[in-house]
């Protein structure tokens, strides 16, 4: 999102985002017959399909499982309330859009482990709904840390 839309200052609310991103299920309906929910068409399809991914990984933090419950609870089909656990999602985004965090982790041109990464760092296990996150700094190394945290010999070698 960075790339394509900058830092997310052109959004003043967590709502315009969300209309920007559209992640919304629609409502089939012909004249008063209503046939249940389609899957969003519209909106930008990288960050819809970021904050579904998001979505889905955030079912392992305990807040967003019950969330997600509670839509499943009210009859919601899974993707449907996937779908709207991933607009509670975008609220967080705009929340990290917002306070600058990646900003901040960009225009210090420190990628290193330093206190602006760590920010960093704790500001996206918040929106991945998970308990830890590690920045790296290239490819080679993000391939590197999966593997240790995999346990894999290979990443000793």
């Known amino acids: 999102m960075l790339v394509t839309d900058g830092d997310g200052t ?6 315009h985002l969300a209309s920007y991103a559209d992640p919304a299920p629609t409502t089939k309906s012909s004249g008063t017959s209503i046939h249940g929910e389609d899957a969003p068409r519209g ?7 970021a904050m579904f991914l998001s979505a889905f990984a955030a079912l392992h ?15 919601k089909p899974h993707t449907q309330a996937l779908l709207r656990l991933a607009r509670q999602r975008i609220n967080v985004l705009f929340a990290v859009l917002r306070d ?6 960009l225009q210090s041109g420190q990628y290193g482990h330093t206190e ?6 704790q500001k996206i296990a918040e929106f991945l ?9 290239s490819g080679t190394a993000a391939l590197h840390t999966a593997l240790l945290a995999a346990g894999s010999d ?3 070698r």
């Open 10 to 15: 052109s959004f003043p609310t967590a709502a």
């Open 129 to 137: 709904g998970i308990r830890d996150a590690v920045a790296v700094t």
């Open 61 to 75: 933090d305990p807040a967003s499982r019950t969330y997600y419950d509670r839509c499943r609870a009210r009859g």
């Open 154 to 156: 290979q990443a000793r």
């Open 100 to 105: 600058g965090t990646v900003a901040d982790v």
């Open 116 to 121: 602006v990464t760590e920010r960093f760092e």
């Open 43 to 49: 909106g930008n399809r990288q960050l819809k399909r």
